[in-house]
């Protein structure tokens, strides 16, 4: 199932959350994904077993490192536009 997934991480008592956030994009990214990224949140598309592994592999990669806050909101009624889902 083709599926929108509008995502945000909000890394806690970091100084500087910027790295974490863009590392998230970049293990969203390597699953072959699009990432669109907006000044809160940020849109992917695709199939939902392949987003499903993208945001597990940022959880098990971030929560090595530090605590944190993953906010998900999926969707299979706004695919990306322009893409029909069978």
Sequence with gaps: MLITAQFSIYP????????????????VKSFGL???IGPASSITYGDSEKVLKAFNEV????GEKIKFVFIITFSNACPKPGIKDK
């Design 34 to 36: 699009e990432v669109e």
């Design 59 to 62: 959880m098990e990669k971030l």
């Design 12 to 27: 806690l008592k970091v100084e500087d959350y910027s790295d974490y956030v863009y590392e998230t994009v970049k293990i």
